[in-house]
């Protein structure tokens, strides 16, 4: 399953993955991987990056930053076309062939020329986006910015269902009813790995859904939607469905 080199990853990254980070993508401060930057690129960059609020990690080569990636969730790196050991475009084309969460993370290409056709080749390998220097700290902010809104998880529960719940049951009864949604959707999830005929899956999968949206837990049932409506994309859809699953079980008790 994981390509050479996977990195194991730290209890952090693991309890990280899945989970919407604290404060609003579009104004909180981001943590940001530099990998293999050329001396100027990394002090310019470095410098605009932290005195915007942000935080700025360093990687001299591919492999300390797959090493820093594994240890601390981040919410993107930018990979200099010329870092070492990542073989140009080679080194993201094997990343997103590994498992979540290292497959989902945020990568910018930074390159050095503006080659015919290379961001069409970037985004092709698997890069989020492209940039070329020089590149100024306030532009790359920005595209970092767009990329990280664009992928932030959605909110794991309806708020306005929740309340409703809470009205009709009281909180004990409302516990209970998410305990026993969480065990019957975790049957459902179970039957979507293990069902070989796709109507099945399909079936189990527009359950799941409908068992996560009566506890208010919209997240979750997109993803189950998703299964729902591509059953032959099962082994792409499964992870997505448990790491909302696993979301919406943390939100639920803490809600």
Known sequence: MAGPGFPLLSAAVLVDFGRARAGD???RPLTILLAGTAAADTAQLREGLEEAGHRCLLAADWAEAMGIVSRIPIDAMVQDL????ARRLEAVKRLRGWPPPISRLLVVALAGEREPRLETAC???GFDAMVSRPVPAEVLEAALRRLVVAHSP???LDAARRAALLE???PEARRAR???ALDEAAACIADIRGL???????AAAARAAEIFASVGAIAAAAAARAVEAEPDRRPVLLQPLVSAAVAAKMALRRS
Not at 82 to 85: E, M, R, V, W, Y
Not at 196 to 202: E, G, I
Request: charge should be negative; proline fraction near 19%.
């Open 178 to 180: 998410d305990e026993a």
């Open 196 to 202: 070989p005929a796709l109507p099945d899956v399909q």
């Open 123 to 125: 985004l092709e390998a």
């Open 168 to 170: 009709e049951l009281g």
């Open 82 to 85: 010329a870092c070492p050991g």
């Open 154 to 156: 959605a909110e794991p």
């Open 25 to 27: 993508p579009r104004v």
